[in-house]
């Protein structure tokens, strides 16, 4: 195998050791909602005009995560690299959504786009910015969170 092979092929490795920590995470802290009719209902109604404040509103939180103890394993982002970071956690919590709800058949080919696209955001929402929070953990920094909590991990 060439440098350049086993150097894209060591990247990919490394960007699966940081995702997968925060897509177990995620499904985590999503659990308790997984099973919750309320939250399909709402999905299934909501317009898109609140599907997009419910993601930025989840961007915010995942950014603010991000941003205080990094996305990367013992690292702090700079704020572009926490909102590039914040955006990447989104998308895996609507993937892993849209996966589950695919599997538990609450996302089929007979329900409407709206109502599926409304069902995979308000399921991610647990699981976006606990992405970020899971890959915080594993980061072995220390962070603040005056209005939270304080730790240490």
């Given amino acids: ?30 659990i308790p909602l997984l099973y919750t009719m309320e939250v399909w209902q709402i999905g299934s109604t909501a317009q898109p005009p609140k599907m997009l404040v419910i993601l930025a509103v989840t961007f915010a939180i995942a950014f603010l995560i991000n941003r205080t103890a990094g996305f990367r394993k013992g690292k702090t982002d700079p704020p572009l690299e926490a909102a590039i970071d914040s955006v990447e956690a989104i998308a895996i919590g609507l993937v892993c959504s849209a996966g589950i709800l695919i599997l538990l058949q609450r996302i089929t080919l007979e329900i409407l786009l709206n109502a599926a696209l409304g069902k995979t955001v308000f399921e991610s929402v647990p699981r976006s910015p606990s992405n970020a929070l899971e890959l915080l953990t594993k980061s072995k920094t220390s962070f603040t969170f005056p209005w939270l909590w304080s730790a240490s991990w």
């Fill in 1 to 30: 195998m060439s440098a350049l092979k086993r150097s894209r092929h060591q990247q990919w490795l490394s960007e699966c050791d940081d995702l997968m920590p925060g897509a177990s995470g995620g499904f985590l802290f999503g």
